[in-house]
């Protein structure tokens, strides 16, 4: 079958849905392509809805290498890596471990990507008669015990030092913080930072769903498929999928912790690695409240959503395609307890795999002297560049240049 006037996307998450958005509000024909409906096949059904315009810092630090031990799960701490993939992860960790040594660099060119996100989904969601699922009243990240209020001020120099305006948590949301927690522990000092400028959405998978929803009103088609490769073809692109062959004008891979599977092929070195997170919901739990609330001690991050809370955590890198550990969700369950939630033993949760490049850049650009594209890897933070991602690949296919610098997310940089 030809499409020769057609974009394909390849992959309907959160950057794939996002993408096909772009196109279609410029009036492409557009093709989206995932093997399950929009939104649900993969990280961007269970994150936790946080807008991170405070993650201007790839995560790859000195002080992360020298101290990560802390962050092991087995110390309290969120990062797993099961001992049987220690040779297989090793190869990501070494690169991971090189890009601290320019997060500097790397800073610079991250943060021109975070710093708009909240303005640009608040744009694209008024854009398609959905401002309703963003709130923007920022979050709050709390610590507990006799340092805490050492540990706020210094997590509030360090984001000073960024640009980024954080104030003292408001005292009533500190003391119900304390109250709530009281009843299980005895330690009650609590100290806090209010950062108001990021924002969260009431609803991840409404936003995706919205997204492919606004694209197919215009000129994009959805088809359930599985790509199983791409071949570039003169200046047109042929996809192999599970039912048929498709050619188009171009296409753009937007698969995340799978985009391996399509890029290797075509000579693109792509090292992506599968963070795991883990989330587990409270429905019709009160929340503390409207804002977001990061227990930075415990890794846990509560969103207030539409009829819930969501509670997610973990960082779990025990391969892509492995099972579920139900350990996860019973210590969150555990661990959120212990802060004083009414989550019982069992309930509603998840897990999905974050696809993580080794320095934690996303992975936008071309293969060379061909119509394929991608927008890869964009770690804990696809929701939030999702709309941003998606101007600069619409630039990209239109033979425009990006009204950002995009070359040092470029897969060659491997």
């Known amino acids: 079958m030809s499409r020769d006037d057609t974009v394909a996307v390849i992959g309907a998450g959160v950057i794939g849905s996002a993408v096909a958005y772009a196109f279609a509000r410029e009036g492409r024909t557009v093709l989206l392509l995932d093997r399950a409906e929009p939104g649900t096949g993969g990280a961007s059904f269970g994150n936790a809805g946080h807008i991170a315009t405070e993650l201007l810092e790839p995560l790859p630090s000195w002080s992360l290498l ?35 040594r320019h997060r500097e660099r790397n800073t610079h060119h991250l943060a ?8 640009r989904m608040a744009h694209w969601l008024a854009e398609i008669g959905r401002p309703e699922l963003l709130r923007r009243n920022g979050h709050l990240q709390v610590w507990f015990g006799p340092r805490s209020n050492k540990r706020a001020a210094a997590d509030a120099l360090a984001m000073e030092r960024l640009g980024i305006r954080t104030e003292a948590a408001p005292n009533d949301i500190l003391q119900a913080i304390a109250r709530q927690r009281m009843g299980r522990r005895e330690e009650t000092q609590v100290a806090g930072l209010w950062f108001p400028g990021t924002a969260h959405v009431v609803d991840p998978l409404k936003v995706v769903q919205s997204f492919a929803g606004a694209a197919l009103q215009r000129s994009a088609a959805f088809e359930r498929a599985e790509v199983r490769a791409i071949e570039p073809l003169g200046g047109r692109v042929v996809l192999h999928t599970d039912a048929k062959t498709v050619t188009v004008a171009a296409a753009v891979v937007c698969t995340g912790a799978w985009a391996a599977n399509l890029l290797e092929p075509l000579g693109l070195r792509v090292p992506m690695e599968s963070a795991r997170g883990y989330h587990v919901e409270l429905k019709d739990h009160r929340p503390l409240s409207d804002k977001p609330i990061l ?3 415990a890794r846990i991050y509560v969103t207030p959503m539409d009829g ?20 996860k969700p019973a210590l969150l369950r555990k661990r959120l307890s212990a802060l004083g939630y009414d989550c019982g033993d069992s309930g509603p949760g998840w897990m999905g795999p974050r696809p993580v490049l080794p320095d934690y850049l996303p992975g936008i650009g071309r293969l060379e002297r061909s119509s394929v594209f991608y927008a890869v890897g964009h770690q804990h ?14 630039d990209l296919v239109a033979g425009r240049e990006p009204r950002l610098d995009i070359s040092a997310f470029d897969l060659r940089r491997f």
Do not use: C, N
Request: charged letters at 20%; glycine letters at 8%.
């Open 66 to 100: 020298f101290g990560f031990w802390r962050e092991l799960s087995a110390f309290g701490g969120a990062l797993d890596i099961p001992p049987h993939r220690a040779l297989q992860f090793l190869p990501w960790a070494l690169r991971f471990a090189s890009a601290a």
């Open 112 to 119: 021109p990507l975070v710093k708009p996100a909240v303005e």
């Open 295 to 297: 227990y930075a001690d």
């Open 308 to 327: 819930r809370l969501r509670a997610t955590s973990f960082m779990e890198f025990a391969g892509r395609d492995a099972p579920p550990d139900p350990r």
């Open 381 to 394: 933070i696809g929701l939030t560049l999702a709309p941003v991602t998606g101007e600069l690949v619409s």
